[in-house]
């Protein structure tokens, strides 16, 4: 019913930025809360934001609340993660997701998932 395609992703040095960025197909996004996770070699998959289908709510994990930023633009079916000043610790692969209705933190409630996109932060 959805498909999610990242893109974005990329080396960086520390305290670089990216913005990442998901294409969503269908003509019902907004019904979606959207979220972006992500995974370290050896690590459990892990949230990163969420935003609910209107792009009025958002939420953060929060270690990342004060460098990441989540929006999204429903006229164009994507949503976007802004990132800043990152650090190492940050290389993951990085995936947006999908649920109906309302935004959630936990990665079992998303139905519909990307093939994720690479951020590696290194000098």
């Known amino acids: 019913q959805v498909q999610l395609v990242e893109s974005g992703g990329g080396l960086v040095q520390p305290g670089g930025s990216l913005r990442l960025s998901c294409a969503a197909s269908g003509r019902t996004f907004s019904s979606y809360a959207m979220g972006w996770f992500r995974q370290a070699p050896g690590k459990e998959r892990e949230f990163v934001a969420a935003?609910?289908?209107?792009?009025?709510?958002?939420y953060y994990a929060n270690s990342m609340k004060d460098r990441f930023t989540i929006s999204r633009d429903n006229a164009k079916n994507t949503v976007y993660l802004q990132m800043n000043s990152l650090k190492p610790e940050d290389t993951a692969v990085y995936y947006c997701?999908?649920?109906?209705?309302?935004?959630?933190?936990?990665?079992?409630?998303?139905?519909?998932w990307g093939q994720g996109t690479q951020v590696t932060v290194s000098s």
């Open positions: 997701a999908a649920k109906f209705s309302s935004l959630s933190i936990h990665v079992n409630e998303y139905e519909y």
């Open positions: 935003i609910s289908g209107g792009g009025w709510r958002t």
